[in-house]
């Protein structure tokens, strides 16, 4: 080979002439030349790969291909698929609720099939011929056509669907009422741990003579008790921890706690764990009275509508038993504490406190966050009741509370009058007695006897009672929602009063978590009677 390789040049040499080789080194020249000046182009020269190539034949395929055209051509192989696998996929779901899952499987299969034929087509990004798709879309054809012959057409789909809609929605309404039904038994349900405090300070108050002594030689208190310089609030309770929550978060946040007088009214069974705890415990100076509303001599049936309903079989029945009526009524409305005499003694408040003159009823389910002092400047231009209104929605109006079929309601009332809330008013007395304001009430009460004006509670008969007598005000005073609802962080933030309406209280498992640092920073959970009840 090497003797050979040598006379082989010579060959070449002699085959070709001098002019050939000037011509190939100029022609040499102009290439190293093109490729100095595609260098500077590009700092990093790559060759273009088999890959760049074959994306490159792809990218030139899809010009050809437009997707969209392709859908919505009549005659494309593609459309035709997808439209038989929408069908049978509907299908699908008629023969397994017929029972017949082997034509179901059937389906599935070629839904499969078809959808391989789809894939391919789109990773080789070109459309489907129709020599390739005709074997799916005829077998396809033929299992929708047997599911005609099966009664799966679209009439019989639609009667199908229609049924398993009512069937659906009757399992939710079920579903919605028991969860309704629990809730406001959990709502109801005195936990463990605060019915343990009661008895706890029920047992101390007759088992230490000290603490009666203590609170019934307090002359002081009952000069404050009457005077109308002071800033005199009231709470309406049986619980005794909600209602710690609300004196302590009120004299926190007063700039003046020792202008603070609380009127306390509850129970027989709650009245001596009351006088314990507010006897054992101080809150910056504020003035804590407790009362029970048994010793009240003029509350009886002859004077107090609600009373003589009590006494009445049929009422007694509808409330407690809840047979009468085939489960009509939702069951928030046969709630017994309704016809609670707490719950109604805000109608009565002049003569539950027959020296005052202005006073703030708070509910015992509200915290406190700004100093309330300024509520007792407020010009209630002649007004008897000061409450914030509750109108910004529609369903917060009075045809949301009352039966405007009636004939009485829809001919002294405005349907669309702005409601307002319960939880923290401003009451004038002075007004309130002049007005006759609880005759006012008395005279709905009496008008509702077979439950025809409104359901139950106390904002109806009080939207009736303070209807033209209420002096909106600033919502920021009360902010409700807190029990049942989501708050903006802002609005809570500029609240006074923040009040946990609804069936979520915070003291219970089912209050809303992210609600409940606003109460519970109000509790002492160190406090021996507390630890001693599990509260946490």
């Known amino acids: 080979m090497r003797r050979q390789r040598p006379e082989f040049r010579r060959q070449v040499r002699r085959r070709f002439s001098n002019v050939f080789w000037l011509t190939l080194l100029l022609c040499g020249l102009a290439v190293l030349m093109l490729i100095l000046l595609l260098s500077r182009e590009t700092t990093q020269p790559r060759p273009r790969s088999l890959l760049s190539k074959s994306s490159y034949r792809n990218d030139k395929t899809i010009e050809g291909l437009n997707v969209t055209a392709e859908m919505l051509n009549p005659d494309s192989i593609t459309r035709q698929l997808n439209d038989q696998i929408s069908l049978a996929k509907a299908f699908v779901v008629i023969a397994k609720e017929s029972h017949n899952l082997q034509f179901a499987w059937e389906l599935s299969a070629q839904i499969r099939n078809s959808q391989i034929l789809l894939s391919n087509a789109a990773l080789r990004r070109s459309p489907l011929t129709l020599r390739e798709s005709e074997t799916a879309v005829r077998d396809m054809a033929l299992l929708l056509f047997q599911a005609q012959q099966l009664h ?17 929605e009757e399992q939710m309404s079920s579903v919605t009422d028991k969860s309704n039904k629990y809730g406001q038994i959990a709502a109801e349900e005195v936990p463990k741990s605060l019915y343990c405090l009661g008895v706890l300070l029920t047992t101390e108050w007759f088992k230490k003579s000290d603490l009666q ?37 009120t004299a926190s946040n007063s700039l003046h706690p020792e202008r603070l007088v609380f009127h306390l009214v509850t129970d027989e069974v709650n009245y001596a764990a009351m006088k314990a705890w507010f006897t054992m415990n101080s809150f910056r100076g504020v003035t804590v009275d407790v009362q029970k509303f048994e010793d009240f001599t003029w509350l009886n049936a002859s004077y107090v509508p609600v009373l003589k309903q009590l006494q009445d079989s049929e009422i007694q029945s509808y409330y407690f038993s809840g047979s009468n009526d085939g489960g009509k009524t939702p069951i928030k409305f046969r709630n017994p504490k309704y016809l609670s005499m707490l719950n109604h003694l805000r109608f009565y408040i002049p003569e539950v406190f027959p020296l005052l003159k202005k006073l703030v009823f708070l509910d015992d389910d509200v915290v406190v966050q700004k100093d309330l002092s300024g509520l007792f400047s407020i010009d209630l231009k002649g007004n008897v009741n000061g409450a914030v209104e509750t109108c910004m929605e529609t369903f917060h109006r009075y045809h949301k509370y009352l039966n405007y079929s009636h004939p009485l309601i829809r001919s002294h009332f405005d349907p669309d009058a702005c409601g307002w809330a319960f939880g923290m008013n401003v009451f004038d007395l002075v007004e309130w007695r002049k007005r006759n304001v609880t005759g006012i009430y008395h005279y709905w009460q009496e008008k509702n006897i077979d439950r025809t004006l409104w359901k139950l509670g106390t904002l109806p008969p009080g939207l009736l009672t303070f209807y033209g007598l209420t002096e909106p005000l600033d919502p920021k005073w009360h902010v409700l929602g807190l029990g049942y609802t989501n708050v903006e962080p802002k609005v809570i933030e500029s609240g006074a009063v923040l009040h946990f309406n609804g069936n979520s209280k915070p003291w219970l498992k089912i209050g809303m978590e992210k609600y409940k640092p606003l109460w519970e920073k109000y509790v002492d959970y160190s406090h021996p009677m507390l630890e001693r009840c599990n509260f946490h």
């Open 213 to 249: 002594k203590k609170f019934s030689r307090n002359g002081q208190i009952s000069m404050k008790l009457k005077d109308n310089d002071l800033y005199h609030f009231c709470v309406f309770s049986d619980n005794i921890l909600a209602t710690s929550v609300v004196i302590n978060s």
């Open 152 to 168: 799966y057409d679209s009439s019989t789909m639609i009667m199908r669907l229609k049924a398993r809609i009512q069937d659906l």
